[in-house]
């Protein structure tokens, strides 16, 4: 069974950092882009972050470049998000993502496994 789970949430001050991870189990991580979204409340949720396959592609949302950064360690089965320079705005609960296939190409539907979400909250 294909399981995703995320990890590493929490609550921190603006300007903090926390690094989230996303581990797969019941599939291996190398076909597949994994993308980071987030929905905070009242909102739409949105696609924060993508990194293909192979890791040699990452794209970002305006509103977190610079500030985020995606890797994977596929030894790991393992993709983490970097986030530095946290702001309020960025509070929201987080969610790791997998579509079949090498790039991150394609809508949200298209990213078929998802895990239950980590909670991200800025504040003072």
């Known amino acids: 069974q294909l399981q995703l789970v995320e990890s590493g949430g929490g609550l921190v001050q603006p300007g903090g950092s926390l690094r989230l991870s996303c581990a797969a189990s019941?599939?291996?991580?190398?076909?597949?882009?994994i993308g980071w979204f987030r929905q905070a409340p009242g909102k739409e949720r949105e696609r924060v972050s993508c990194?293909?396959?192979?890791?040699?592609?990452?794209r970002y949302a305006d509103s977190v470049k610079g500030r985020f950064t995606i890797s994977r360690d596929n030894a790991k089965n393992t993709v983490y998000l970097q986030m530095n320079s946290l702001k309020p705005e960025d509070t929201a609960i987080y969610y790791c993502?997998?579509?079949?296939?090498?790039?991150?190409?394609?809508?949200?539907?298209?990213?078929?496994?998802w895990g239950q979400g980590t909670q991200v909250t800025v504040s003072s």
């Open positions: 019941g599939f291996t991580l190398d076909y597949y882009a």
């Open positions: 993502a997998a579509k079949y296939g090498r790039l991150c190409v394609g809508r949200e539907v298209d990213f078929g496994s």
């Open positions: 990194i293909s396959s192979n890791g040699g592609s990452t």
